[in-house]
Every structure is written in C-alpha cells, then in structure tokens.
C-alpha cells in the first residue's frame, strides 16, 4: 500500500492513535468502517498469543465490512511497536504483523532497518512518532517511510515543541508522509493540520471518550469534564514526559503541582505487568485539546462530527 492508497481509503485525513490499554479491536473497527485510520499498541494484546486473535478478529471483520459495503470500504488498520530495549515481545508481534500483512505499522522509542524492511516486504507502511528534529531524521534515515511529529499538548508521551515548528522545520528536507499530533479533537484543527502542511491528523485524546474504548468509565468522565487546564505534563510515572489528567493524579494521592522528576534509564516499556502499564491505569493520559470534548459517544458519532466539522471549517476558507 502506498500513501496515494492510504488516502483515497479515508473519509478524513485521520489516524487515531494507538492508545496504551484503551484501543482494543473494537474501536478500531469503528474507526475504521467510520472512515479514519484505526490503531492499537500491540503490547494491549496480553498474553502475547492474544495479539493473533485480535490481528483475525480485525482482518476478517473490515473484510467482511467491504463485501457488504463496496461504495464505502473500510480505512486501514495499523499496529503499533514499542521498539525500546525493554519490549521483549517485538520479534513475536512483528512476526505477526507480517502474517497478516498490517497496513500501516506505526514504531515508537527506537528506530530499526530490520523492522522496517520486514513492513516493507509485504508492501506495508511504516510511520515513526518523533518529538524533534533529531529522531525524525534518524527514523527517515532507518528506512521509515513517513512520522508522526508529536506536539506540545499531545496526550500521554509529548515533546514540548509548537506544531507550526515542528511541522514547517520538517517539510524544509521531508516531503513524505506527515502526520501531526497534539491537542487535536475538531474538525476545524484537522484542516489547519492540513494548511500547515501535514497530510494527516493524529487523534487519540477524543477517542478515549468513545463508548468502544477499554477506558474506566470515570476516565471518559473526566474528560468531559476537564479542559486544557486541567493537563500536567511529566515524567514522573514512566521515565519520558508526557501529558496526564490531573484529576486522575490528585485521585493516586499526589500533588500534580509539585511532582518530582523521574529517572529515564528506568523507563519500562515492556511486555510484563510492569510499573508503567500500571502507572497508567490509575494515572490517565490526555491531551490538551478535550475541552471541546462535551460528551461520550460512539466513536462513529464522533466521526460524524469531525466530518461535519471539517466541511464547515472549508466552507468558511471558501466562503
């Protein structure tokens, strides 16, 4: 598949985010018979056979979602891949992705060849979420074949730096595939991520308040709650920054406004029942952008409204 492909398979230009514990293959079956780009962490497979189950359940249902509807077909799914040191999964769940030839595979704390030669081999795409100059030339440099430039404002693992930055210093030396992250949850921004010259939005924030999302109920509700505010961003509970729910950091019996700092060498993205995935389960990844979040709906009803979104958006630039 090539990026002319991915785009004429979307009725917007939308990735949703693979969301740790949250995505499951529900919500990326409505994503993507809705129309936008579906996703999950291969690691949310748990035990690690699951992660086959969840590639056939996907595979066969938007399958059978073409069949049924040719004039509307299904967008495509992807996988992601924790390539730090710490997930002993990843040749296991690579070989996987192969078997049943993922679409899209989207890799994150590390950069390989081999990974990305194995995508390539059944004609699959690989996209690299980068927070900085830096590691988006190294990921170009290891054969990826588009980023993901993740923002300040982005839910869970976040850089610091402005979109506009990020995005304009990009397209100076890359005119591949860009998709850009951070406080994205309307229509409206998914077109200004086009203008400034991103091919695609990355949304994950919004989707957690969907009703197929693997999210505590409370979650969803203090995202409708909250706003932009009520966002804190540290590296206390996994080594890396990142952008948390306050709420959810007062409710752990901390201060979110005096947190101490965290040691990245002890960062642990693997494939155990480790203190990250735990942190996260009782300490809530957000973004920036959830204070036009008003309500829980179907990740289709919220399809909907971005889509409605999006064309009213172009129909002020061109009115």
């Known amino acids: 598949m090539d990026i002319k492909t991915l785009k004429s398979r979307l ?57 049924e509807h040719p004039d509307r077909p299904s967008a495509p799914f992807a996988v992601n891949q924790i390539v730090h040191k710490s997930n002993q999964r990843l040749e296991h769940d690579l070989e996987l992705c192969v078997k049943y030839q993922v679409p899209l595979v989207i890799t994150s704390l590390g950069a390989r060849e081999d990974l990305n030669q194995a995508v390539h081999s059944y004609g699959g795409l690989v996209m690299h979420d980068v927070i900085n100059q830096r590691f988006a030339h190294k990921a170009i440099e290891k054969g990826a074949d588009g980023l993901i430039l993740v923002a300040a404002g982005a839910g869970g693992h976040a850089g610091t730096q402005s979109p506009f930055a990020l995005v304009q210093e990009t397209r100076r030396w890359f005119d591949g595939p860009i998709a850009l992250s951070g406080s994205i949850a309307s229509g409206a921004s998914v077109l200004a991520a086009q203008a400034m010259g991103a091919d695609f939005a990355y949304i994950g924030s919004a989707f957690i308040a969907t009703r197929e999302a693997n999210a505590k109920e ?52 693997g494939s155990g029942e480790n203190e990250a995935k735990k942190a996260w389960r009782d300490i809530w990844g957000c973004g920036q952008g959830i204070g036009v979040i008003d309500d829980v709906l179907p990740a289709a009803e919220l399809v909907d409204r971005l889509a409605a979104e999006y064309q009213q958006a172009r129909a002020r630039l061109c009115g």
């Not at 509970?237 to 709420?247: D, E, K, P």
């Open 11 to 67: 009725r917007l230009p939308v990735i949703g985010s693979p969301l740790f514990i949250v995505s499951n293959p529900a919500l990326v079956i409505a994503q993507c018979t809705s129309g936008v780009v579906g996703s999950f962490p291969a690691l949310n497979a748990r035990p690690a056979e699951l992660l086959d189950e969840w590639l056939a359940e996907i595979t066969e249902t938007l399958a059978a979602w073409d069949r």
């Open 218 to 269: 409370a979650y969803k509700q203090e995202i409708v709650a909250s706003g932009a505010g009520d966002i804190v961003y540290s590296n206390l509970f996994t080594g890396v920054h990142g952008n948390y729910l306050r709420g959810s950091i007062v409710n752990a019996g901390l201060d979110p406004d005096a947190l101490p700092q965290s040691d990245p060498s002890k960062m642990n993205f």
